[in-house]
């Protein structure tokens, strides 16, 4: 089935960098557009980034244009996200999975990323 295991959280200080790995599984992986998730205490999950298939088209939340970068090895069905410059603001639970229309059901447990101030 599909399953998603997503790693790298953690805590670091306001302009710190943390760099999110997310192992994807059960389905073909390069046949998809990719997303990077979060979801705030009290708040709703949003899109961070976002990756076509074969990674020519990637799109961003106005707040982490800059200073996110997302990549992808279809190699190892592996979806990154490099976070620089963290503000406490972008202190959430981070997710991956399908870009839009196909997205999955099934989330995995995602990772905690804490910028304290």
């Known amino acids: 089935q599909v399953q998603f295991v997503e790693s790298g959280g953690g805590l670091v200080q306001f302009g710190g960098s943390l760099r999110l790995s997310c192992a994807a599984s059960?389905?073909?992986?390069?046949?998809?557009?990719m997303c990077w998730y979060r979801q705030a205490p009290g708040k709703e999950r949003e899109l961070v980034a976002g990756?076509?298939?074969?990674?020519?088209?990637?799109r961003y939340k106005e707040s982490v244009k800059g200073r996110f970068t997302i990549s992808r090895d279809n190699a190892k069905n592996t979806l990154y996200l490099q976070m620089n410059s963290l503000k406490p603001e972008d202190t959430a639970v981070y997710y991956c999975n399908a870009w839009g229309s196909q997205q999955f059901g099934s989330w995995g447990q995602g990772t905690q990323v804490t910028v304290s101030s």
């Open positions: 990756i076509s298939a074969g990674g020519s088209s990637i």
């Open positions: 059960g389905f073909t992986f390069r046949n998809y557009g």
